[in-house]
């Protein structure tokens, strides 16, 4: 690297961040060189796309066909009353614009499935799975496994918040964690059935773009082959070994 990577205007807006020896100026060289994508805009995408946009990374995909609903609101921080029965992407790339127009923001308007993952993942060095639907975890899954992409993957329940890098160097996948049952018929608790502490996701969020932080910047110690789970109703933090399965590595189709 030429050391010209960076702006001067970029040095200065990042300046704290450069001061941390791990990071330093090659870190953010990294981070504005790299491309990550974020499936799902919202309670956990929302704090994500934030932290990840102010971080400086260089090109952030959001992937979210969904439009806004007031029930949302109380957790997905990036939408306002304003906002209700607009588009999530539309609206969250313009917040993210507002943050910091030094990153390019690309929207996926559409209903992310097996027919358009390969296409859209190949452009991205990392990929985030914010979503509430287990099949669509699978799709993401299959996908980073045939790609050999790094999917960095929360999920929420009440007062409880797991995060966990899967597919990171050839270590365990989402499916080692989670075996695909047999019966599909089964169904995802999801806020409006179950409820939800609006703080949870933001806590959550957080976390994961920490990891995709570090995963950039290949500093610390990477959450993979290993799941975190927090309760923040208990303060309590535990940490689960999750076994790799070298059969889930061939993956031979995304239906």
């Known amino acids: 690297m030429d050391g010209k990577i960076l702006s001067p205007r970029e040095i200065r807006r990042y300046s704290k961040q450069i001061m941390i020896p791990e990071i330093g100026v090659k ?14 805009a919202g309670g956990l995408g929302c704090p994500v796309l934030q932290y990840l946009t102010v971080a400086g990374v260089g090109k952030i995909g959001i992937a979210e066909f969904d ?3 007031e029930t949302n609101l109380q957790r997905q921080v990036l939408y306002g009353s304003v906002d209700v029965g607009k588009l999530k992407s539309v609206i969250a790339k313009d917040r993210l614009d507002h943050l ?43 996908a980073c496994v045939t ?19 899967f597919n990171y160097k050839g270590g365990a996948t989402y499916r080692c964690y989670n ?18 502490f609006g703080v949870l996701p933001g806590i959550i969020g957080t976390y994961i773009a920490n990891e995709v932080i570090k995963i950039i910047t290949e500093t610390g110690d990477i959450l993979f082959n290993r799941v975190l789970l ?18 889930n590595h061939n993956i031979k189709s995304l239906d």
């Not at 639907?133 to 299959?142: G, V």
């Not at 790609?147 to 890098?165: F, W």
């Not at 049952?181 to 169904?187: H, P, Y």
């Open 100 to 142: 910091n127009s030094l990153v390019e923001l690309e929207i996926y308007n559409l209903r992310y499935d097996a027919s358009n993952s390969l296409r859209i993942l190949s452009n991205y060095d990392v990929i985030v799975d914010a979503t509430d639907n287990i099949e669509t975890r699978y799709i993401i899954n299959d």
């Open 147 to 165: 790609l050999g992409k790094p999917m960095v993957h929360g999920a929420i329940y009440k007062y409880e918040g797991v995060i966990s890098v």
């Open 27 to 40: 870190g953010q060289e990294k981070l504005k060189q790299a491309k990550v994508l974020v499936i799902g």
């Open 230 to 247: 927090i309760n923040i109703l208990n303060n309590t933090f535990n940490t689960f070994s999750v076994t790799n399965v070298p059969e």
């Open 179 to 196: 075996p695909q049952a047999k019966n599909k018929d089964f169904k995802t608790p999801v806020p409006s059935r179950v409820g939800l």
């Open 67 to 69: 439009t806004v609903d």
